[in-house]
């Protein structure tokens, strides 16, 4: 009952979500920090880096298909001017490049535009040069005047819409922007939308509208080009500071359909989200008001654009609107227009994350029932099915390189296996054991905890080297690392299920892994599969649970089905005997919990058949000492963790002065106090106080004694150990 | 028969080397002939600085340049620093605080030549080390243009000002050499500030200099008498008579402002209008004007240990506020030559 009060409070702690900040590190978020909202798919979107391929491509088409892009985008992107000026005159050293070999035989034409092109490129960057100041005379082979000359008096049709973009910025440059724009309306508007060339001038043509004092076909051109940061700028410019909201509305009003809508949403609701983590903080100052007012003002605004009907995306905005309302408390509104949202037209990307919500959002409002467990199964196959297929190398090598940290810190990185760890971490282990389904709790936290590293399998580590005497690090198997006793485990000791584990109650453990070796249904053979169900890891789980319940028998069953091959690899070791108060070095048992076990079950046993009173005392006193020492400082034989600090979120339990600890120690109090009241031989009872330290009692007490002697012999200044305050 | 060849170039190599020694000397003598047959015509050269971020002299302004007969004009026109560049990490060098031009009317500097001066800080110059060459261009071009641009007449000289110290020596007198070259072939001659630190050291490689005497002492030092010229801060440079291996000529202070400080005498700020300035419990104040008295001795020691100026006296610096608290004739003791 406690353990589950116990659990309920991390539970709460995780539905908060807030994030912890330390000095030195950076913030700490709960399972429920990961940033769940997604609309913009930035694959399906040309950057600058796509645009400069498609125009290498256009060359190569123009040219030759057998020239490499690579010595294309040399010669049109990389190619300083004055190398080119002397390729162009014949006067510089032989290039091993197709692209110029190809022009210098076939494209006289091209080679004349290059030239210009270049040249044009290499005044306008002197010109927006700090040092540039007007009159001030540039290296160039001709003035920016004469590049538009030339630009436009030359007439060749391949070439044209090239000459066209080339005469526009330059005119940019000169700050004509009627001649901009009238070249635009005249020529360039004319060649078809996908053209390369018309889709770079267009922004020299926004530009130069709102230098003019046309705003609104500014503001057309940028929207048409999903360039918000412009739109932005020149509303600044003309004394309007948009909010992120009023910027979403205007890019909508010019270009409903606009992808940069979903970038600008997207960005949005995860500001939203990351402020919320960071409980109101947007890391200076406090923007509670502001989170609330940018929610609800996205929220309404997402309701407007669905009614206008102008969007050929509605999806995305009732996908908005869901997550929205169940971001301000309303789950019961959330779901009803993620229904919505779901019937809606969207794209796939969209349709994705719908999927994702639907699965949170039942798993905060369906009862727990059969019917919503075969629904976690499947959404679970599905997400898993996801976290499978959509593994980039990148998330692939942060698993490997950072597995730990960002597992300790729940920090956001590969979306499918964050939203599956939100989802289960955050909402359905509490609510499993809300309802008492403490097994599928704790399966459901190891598929969480451990699907993607099983997936990746292996894992960054570094080791001290003796060999090289120094720090080493590591790429080795999942299995090599678990089995290995170079590395610290610090994986499955210190991640949510293994914290759940150790609080939810032993019986639950035992009971979680009864169903692991004898799974029941298709679902749980599913999540074993996809968690690390490592027989011996959970055997000594159990073990060391029943050795805190003073379950000797249980523990020694348990961890004496324990292969030898897994001790000495825990994340804690032993070396002090627990049946001594004096600290002895040697003890260094790599079974060290199993023949505690089994000693103290044999001790257990020893005392309940003993009749003779001395030697029933003797075994009192020896298992008194080794069921204190346990919790003590052989804290390791019923712990895993002991001490203030720790990395991450995580929320340890710590057993000091637990119940289990209260038990023992009143177990402990009964023991020597009986014993001390049955023993009848005085060399018996002077042993009992040896063994306890109490000098000063053997030697006052029980004076006539060998013992007595003993202790007089080797100091004169007695003392009594108090065993209650484990100290002198 | 390589071998031969090989020295046959050497020799060519040589005597075209000569050759180019020989040119750059024949320039550089032509060039002092210009500046000395240029001024040779007048006794003296009134000259003043301006040193604010805008040129719009008024009615008044005018009339003092004319009053005085002053002709040569050392107009401030923009500051090259570092500033850090946040995209690629490395320290930019980057011309500032560009000065601003109002209206000219031609009439007003008709009988004016205008010298476009660059001040550089140490820390450009640091980060200029290796790239001398490159800066001497954009300096002298951009000081060109912004002549050209604002039609301030035909440039006959530019000037750069820096507290070159010996670490930095070799960068500075790198880009004077490189900007020299530069403006030879045009016939404008290159100047620069000298401070009295490096009166001690090897001129640097340009036509000619102008000995700063002003900001002579520590400003920040609660000690100090004045700051803005003290002949006890002059005179340790000028124990004896140097030949001074470039002509130079003397910049002497017309302002002043008051200096404040905290109780305890740490400094506080700069006060431009010390009369108006009211003052915290245990704060002072020190009032900094040079007096013509003051910079008439300092003039007198200057001249009696560095010669007469080769072209004339410079005041500093063109504000109608500061140069209405001394006379006519306070000025023009300053500027005489006799």
């Given at each position: 009952?406690?353990?589950l ?67 294309i985008?040399y ?16 006067t ?71 000459y ?66 412009s ?6 410019q ?14 909508h ?60 995306n ?21 779901t ?67 597995y ?6 729940n920090?956001?990185?590969y ?79 210190r ?41 011996d ?16 028998a ?53 005392i ?47 057993w ?28 018996v009872?002077?042993?009992?106080q ?5 000098f000063r009692?053997v ?5 006539d ?7 007089w ?13 484990q100290?002198? | 028969m ?8 050497l020799?060519i ?123 001497a ?67 640097p ?36 008579e ?53 910079i ?43």
């Amino acid at each position: 009952m406690t353990s589950l009060r116990y659990f309920l409070t991390i539970s709460l702690l995780l539905l908060v979500g807030v994030a912890d900040g330390y000095a030195c590190f950076g913030p700490y978020f709960q399972p429920s920090g990961y940033m769940m909202f997604r609309a913009y798919d930035p694959d399906g979107n040309i950057n600058t880096a796509d645009a400069v391929q498609e125009n290498c491509l256009a060359w190569q088409r123009l040219t030759s298909m057998t020239i490499p892009i690579e010595d294309i985008r040399y010669v049109v992107y990389t190619m300083p001017l004055k190398e080119y000026e002397a390729f162009y005159d014949g006067t510089g050293t032989y290039l091993h490049n197709f692209f110029t070999g190809w022009i210098s035989e076939y494209g006289r034409d091209i080679m004349d535009f290059l030239l210009l092109a270049k040249t044009n490129e290499y005044i306008r960057q002197k010109r927006s040069s700090r040092w540039y100041y007007p009159t001030m005379r540039i290296d160039a082979r001709m003035t920016i005047e004469e590049v538009v000359e030339k630009a436009l008096s030359n007439t060749s049709t391949r070439l044209r819409d090239r000459y066209l973009l080339q005469a526009i910025r330059a005119l940019f440059s000169l700050g004509n922007y009627e001649e901009c724009i009238k070249l635009w309306n005249d020529e360039m508007s004319k060649f078809p939308q996908y053209n390369a060339m018309r889709k770079l001038a267009q922004p020299y043509i926004a530009g130069a509208e709102f230098r003019l004092g046309h705003s609104d076909t500014a503001f057309q051109y940028y929207a048409e080009l999903g360039d918000s940061e412009s739109i932005a700028y020149c509303a600044k410019q003309m004394g309007k500071e948009l909010t992120t909201i009023e910027l979403i509305e205007l890019v909508h009003k010019y270009a409903p359909n606009s992808s940069e809508l979903e970038r600008l949403v997207q960005n949005a609701v995860r500001e939203v989200e990351i402020w919320n983590d960071n409980g109101g903080y947007n890391g200076y100052r406090d923007c509670t008001d502001l989170m609330k007012s940018q929610s609800s003002a996205l929220y309404q605004l997402s309701l407007r654009i669905i009614n206008e009907g102008k969007t050929s995306n509605p999806a995305m905005w009732y996908y908005t609107a869901s997550f929205l309302a169940d971001f301000q408390g309303n789950t019961q509104q959330a779901t009803q227009l993620l229904s919505l949202a779901e019937k809606a037209k969207g794209t796939d990307y969209v349709k994705e994350s719908i999927k994702v919500l639907r699965i949170y959002l039942d798993a905060k409002a369906l009862p727990y029932d059969n019917a919503y467990e075969q629904r976690l199964f499947a959404q679970l196959q599905w997400l898993d099915n996801k976290i499978k297929s959509n593994i980039t190398p990148e998330a692939q090598e942060k698993a490997i390189k950072n597995y730990y940290s960002y597992l300790s810190i729940n920090k956001s990185y590969y979306y499918w296996n964050d939203m599956m760890r939100r989802v289960l971490l955050s909402v359905v282990c509490p609510r499993m054991i809300e309802q008492g389904k403490q097994v599928r709790a704790l399966q459901l936290a190891n598929m969480a905890d451990n699907r993607l590293l099983g997936l990746v399998n292996y894992i960054r580590d570094d080791y001290y080297s003796n060999e090289k005497k120094t720090m080493v690090e590591k790429t080795i198997p999942l299995n090599e690392f678990r089995r290995s006793t170079k590395h610290f485990n610090h994986l499955d000791y210190r991640n949510d299920f293994f914290i759940l584990t150790d609080s939810i109650g032993v019986d639950n453990v035992i009971a979680y892994y009864g169903r692991v070796r004898s799974p029941k249904s298709d679902f749980d053979r599913f999540l074993n599969t996809r968690g690390y169900v490592d027989r011996d890891y959970l055997l000594d789980i159990v073990g060391t649970q029943c050795l805190r319940n003073m379950r000797y028998a249980d523990a020694e069953r348990y961890l004496g089905a324990i292969t030898p091959s897994f001790y000495g690899h825990l994340n804690v070791y032993q070396e002090r005997n627990p049946f001594e108060i004096r600290y002895n070095y040697d003890y260094n048992d790599a079974d060290f919990r199993y023949q505690f076990a089994k000693e103290m079950n044999a001790l257990e046993c020893k005392i309940a058949s003993t009749a003779n009173p001395d030697e029933r005392a003797q075994t009192m006193v020896r298992f008194a000492i080794g069921l204190r020492s346990s919790f003590g400082w052989s804290w390791s034989l019923t712990q895993y963790f002991s001490g203030g600090g720790h990395y991450g979120s995580k929320e340890f339990k710590r057993w000091h002065n637990g119940p289990e600890m209260q038990a023992a120690y009143k177990r402990v109090d009964e023991l020597i106090t009986t014993a001390c009241s049955i023993v009848t031989d005085r060399e018996v009872a002077a042993m009992i106080q040896y063994d306890l330290c109490n000098f000063r009692e053997v030697a006052t007490k029980y004076y006539d004694t060998q013992m007595a002697k003993v202790v007089w012999g080797k100091c004169d200044n007695l003392i009594d150990y108090h065993a209650e305050k484990q100290s002198w | 028969m390589k071998n031969y060849t090989l020295i046959l170039l050497l020799a060519i190599t040589l005597i075209g080397c000569r050759q180019a020694v020989d040119e750059t000397t024949q320039v550089d003598q032509s060039m002092q002939q210009v500046i000395t047959t240029a001024y040779k015509s007048t006794e003296t050269t009134n000259a003043i600085y301006h040193w604010k971020t805008t040129f719009a002299p008024d009615y008044k302004e005018w009339e003092f340049l004319h009053r005085h007969n002053i002709t040569r004009l050392y107009i401030h026109m923009f500051d090259v620093v570092t500033e850090r560049n946040y995209e690629s990490g490395r320290w930019d060098i980057v011309p500032i605080a560009t000065t601003k031009f109002g209206q000219i009317a031609p009439e007003n500097i008709k009988n004016i030549e205008i010298i476009p001066t660059a001040y550089i800080t140490v820390e450009a110059l640091r980060e200029m080390k290796g790239k001398e060459q490159e800066y001497a261009e954009l300096l002298v071009e951009r000081l060109r243009a912004m002549a050209r641009y604002n039609k301030l007449g035909k440039t006959q000289e530019i000037q750069f000002d820096c507290d070159w110290t010996k670490s930095t020596r070799d960068s500075y007198f790198a880009l004077c050499d490189a900007a020299r070259n530069l403006m030879r072939e045009d016939s404008i001659a290159l100047s620069a500030t000298i401070r009295l630190h490096q009166l001690s050291q090897d001129a640097p490689p340009v036509d000619r200099g102008v000995l700063m005497l002003y900001n002579t002492g520590n400003l920040k030092s609660v000690e100090t008498k004045n700051s803005i010229l003290d002949i006890k801060d002059v005179e340790p440079y000028l124990k004896q008579e140097i030949k001074y291996p470039i002509p130079l000529d003397y910049v002497y202070p017309t302002y002043g402002w008051g200096v404040k400080f905290y109780r305890g005498g740490n400094f506080n700020a700069i006060v431009s209008n010390p009369a108006t300035e009211t003052l915290e419990k245990g704060e002072t104040m020190r009032n900094e004007r040079p007096t013509v008295e003051e910079i008439l001795e300092v003039k007198k020691l200057v001249e009696k240990q560095l010669g007469k100026p080769s072209i004339g006296n410079i005041i500093y610096h063109f504000d109608k506020e500061q140069l209405n608290h001394y006379t006519d004739d306070d000025i023009a003791k300053i500027f005489s030559n006799n």
